[in-house]
């Protein structure tokens, strides 16, 4: 058949601008700063970077609410910055992909200023525009058109006094919804995509991609939603793979990516998609995207209260998700792999041991991820196992998801205070957004300004430049292990096959075929742990990977864990 694509053998980085590389001192990271940390993803040796949008945007949403899908925001720099960001990251074998975030606009984007400039203008019928519900009145509570609720707290639709109609937004206020059922939308969604390939960057990530399609009638009718523990029906779970989301992904294959795809990198960002979504989502001869993130893995441990109610990770449920995706895109389609990225916590804290054990939970959980199948994705930080930011107080927080939270659990009195901190301080998506930690100065070497968020005190011990210098430190792991997958065609295509499933504490599995057999072990735990060695010969494998500096303990077969210890093995 066809050799793999490039990208299954590839390694992906994001980037979160804003909290990157602060180059002109405003403490806001930036694309010339970007300039300036090249060599640190060299090193790394990455082969794509993700950018999280640059584009021109209020900030509600850290530029998920974007005003001009064509201009770099001034925040950020220009669009001749972007340009010599790309041919830099060009220059030493690094693609490029863009965030597309074509869900929703932010309510400056022109589009919507118009579209509700009047319900007879031209654009109106962009954006989901709808009366109050039958016989209520426009404002009064429970007059929404349906009862769903935005991602971010409160009604997922917003009233317009000038026009007596609300319009809908699955997300922020300022983050309205446009109506892909409109042919005009998707053909300007698509001239601004081919604008940016021709431009030259590589592909894209598809921010809620899976959300485009809504459940709409003949008659323009949207349903409610199924009202849960007495809130709104979760408005994304209405909006989730909607009837006509293959037929639009299919028409943007078509109208963008036709004669050039096989270079380009296309994931898509796909709540609440099953492994069978993720089938037609990625099955190759289906023609729409090469891989999608699931958030299946990434929700095992959320209490009924979500992302603010982290429960403690439950390893035999993780092992049987990504289990169930290995085997489920196995003959057709390809995963994602990742644990991090800006809307997650930190995976060392999370998952992890971020105290004593540090460096030894966050090298294992790497070792884990990377020797699956499928594409890794790196979140800025996570390859120095930066942890969560332990913020003590609710006005260290920034993050609009964070704060309505928080605003709204203090006007229903659910939460103390203290609660509150401590909910946030486990699942709030600023966790991930703290300034990437370069080295021991007060601000980390992120800025030499005042950061817009709080810089971790740990960045005296937890930084590129002190890791650099330590072999064993956590950024030499990941290199190690980016290195291993451009290396070994097991890593990239083997078969995978879960070992001792049932163990409560041990995450392993062997990768199969193409070459010889890898033994991958993980301890969960921070006691000892045993596992039953399969797939290999534990008396003559070689250990390719550890993350103590000292050989494993295999005796009879059986591989004796320290806390944290990964352990892979290959048979000689
Ligand atoms: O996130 C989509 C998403 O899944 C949201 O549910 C998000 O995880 C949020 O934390 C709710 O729990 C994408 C972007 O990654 C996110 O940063 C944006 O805020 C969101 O879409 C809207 O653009």
Not at 25 to 39: H, M
Not at 283 to 302: G, K, N, S
Not at 528 to 546: D, K, R, T
Request: hydrophobic share 35%.
């Amino acid at each position: 058949g066809d050799p793999p694509a490039w990208w299954t053998g590839a390694v992906v980085y994001q980037i979160y601008p804003r909290s990157f590389q602060d180059s002109d001192g405003d403490g806001i990271g930036d694309l010339r700063g970007v300039l300036q940390r090249i060599d640190h993803l060299v090193e790394l040796g990455v082969d794509v970077v993700w950018f999280s949008p640059i584009y021109r945007s209020p900030q509600d949403d850290n530029g998920y609410d974007i005003s001009d899908y064509c201009d770099v925001d001034p925040l950020f720099g220009t669009l001749a910055d972007l340009d010599e960001v790309i041919a830099a990251l060009h220059g030493r074998g690094i693609r490029v992909v863009m965030d597309l975030v074509v869900n929703h606009t932010s309510d400056e984007h022109p589009w919507f200023v118009e579209s509700r400039s009047s319900k007879d203008s031209p654009r109106r019928d962009w954006y989901w525009w709808r009366p109050p519900r039958e016989g209520m009145v426009a404002g009064e509570p429970g007059a929404e058109p349906t009862n769903w609720a935005s991602a971010f707290s409160g009604p997922a639709w917003e009233l317009d006094e000038a026009t007596g109609e609300y319009f809908l937004h699955l997300f922020s206020r300022k983050q309205p919804d446009l109506n892909w059922e409109n042919p005009d939308v998707r053909a300007a969604v698509y001239d601004m995509m081919r604008w940016w390939l021709d431009r030259g960057v590589d592909g894209f990530r598809m921010d809620v991609i899976n959300l485009i399609s809504k459940a709409v009638g003949a008659d323009g009718s949207l349903a409610d939603g199924e009202v849960v523990d007495g809130r709104f029906g979760d408005s994304r779970l209405q909006t989730v793979n909607g009837p006509r989301l293959h037929e639009f992904l299919q028409e943007m294959h078509r109208e963008v990516f036709e004669g050039r795809r096989e270079a380009l990198l296309l994931v898509g960002e796909t709540p609440g998609a099953t492994v069978e979504d993720g089938r037609l989502f990625t099955d190759p001869a289906r023609r729409e995207l090469d891989m999608v993130f699931t958030f299946e893995h990434v929700h095992i441990d959320h209490g009924p209260g979500g992302r603010f109610d982290l429960r403690r990770l439950d390893l035999r449920e993780l092992k049987a998700t990504m289990a169930r995706w290995q085997h489920g895109l196995f003959d057709a389609g390809w995963n994602s792999l990742y644990w991090e990225n800006h809307d997650q916590p930190r995976s060392v804290s999370r998952f992890g041991d971020d105290g004593a054990y540090r460096r030894e939970s966050a090298t294992m959980l790497a070792t884990v991820l990377h020797l699956h199948r499928g594409t890794p994705y790196v979140y800025q930080g996570e390859e120095l196992g930066m942890t969560n930011a332990h913020f003590r107080e609710l006005s260290d927080y920034r993050d609009i998801e964070s704060l309505r939270y928080a605003a709204e659990s203090r006007a229903h009195g659910r939460l103390t205070d203290e609660q509150l901190v401590a909910a946030l301080g486990s699942g709030s998506r600023d966790n991930a957004r703290t300034p990437v930690q370069w080295d021991g100065s007060p601000a980390a070497g992120f800025t030499t300004g005042e950061p817009w968020i709080g810089v971790n005190p740990n960045h005296a011990m937890v930084n590129a430049e002190a890791e650099r210098g330590d072999p064993a430190s956590v950024f030499h792991h990941y290199r190690r292990l980016i290195a291993l997958r451009h290396e070994d065609p097991v890593v990239r295509l083997g078969d995978f096959a879960l070992v001792a499933p049932g163990h409560p504490h041990v995450y392993a599995f062997t990768r199969s075929g193409g070459g010889p057999t890898l033994f991958v072990a993980g301890s969960f735990s921070g006691d000892p742990q045993e596992i039953e060695v399969e797939g290999v010969a534990p008396e003559s494998a070689e250990l390719v990977v550890g993350n103590y500096d000292d050989a494993p303990d295999i005796a009879d077969g059986v591989l004796r864990l320290r806390p944290w210890e990964a352990v892979v093995l290959r048979e000689s």
